[in-house]
C-alpha cells in the first residue's frame, strides 16, 4: 500500500534552516511529481511546492521563493524540501503528497 511519511521537522529561530524528508513507498516513485504542502495553524493547506519525476521544482509558493528548495532522489524513494531564513510565518505541518494519498505531516515551528 502506499505510505508517505515526512520527518525532519522541529524549533528552530527565525533565519534559521531545516530540512525536510518524505520518504514514499508502494508505488513506482521515480515516475511521478510529488507535491509539498503547508497548514499554519487556523489556515488552510496550501502548495508549497512541486517536485517533478526528473527533479525540477514547479509551482513555489510565492512567499517561499528564494528561500526553500525541493529536491529528491529516485534511489531513495525520497523528496526533499530544503527550507532556509525560515520565519515565524513558515509555522506550519508540512506534508506530502502524491495524487489523493498524503502522509501525516512533520510540525515546523519557527520561533524565538
Known amino acids: 500500500q502506499v505510505q508517505l511519511v515526512e520527518s525532519g521537522g522541529g524549533l528552530v529561530q527565525p533565519g534559521g534552516s531545516l530540512r525536510l524528508s518524505c520518504k514514499a513507498s508502494g508505488f513506482s516513485f521515480s515516475s511521478y511529481a510529488m507535491d509539498w504542502y503547508r497548514q499554519p495553524p487556523g489556515k488552510e493547506r496550501e502548495l508549497v511546492a512541486t517536485?517533478?519525476?526528473?527533479?525540477?521544482?514547479?509551482n513555489y509558493a510565492d512567499s517561499v521563493k528564494g528561500r526553500f528548495t525541493g529536491s529528491r532522489d529516485n534511489a531513495k524513494d525520497t523528496v526533499y524540501l530544503q527550507m532556509d531564513s525560515l520565519k515565524p510565518e513558515d509555522t506550519a505541518v508540512y506534508y506530502c503528497r502524491w495524487f489523493a494519498y498524503w502522509g501525516r505531516g512533520t510540525q515546523v515551528t519557527v520561533s524565538s
Open positions: 517536485i517533478t519525476s526528473f527533479g525540477t521544482v514547479t
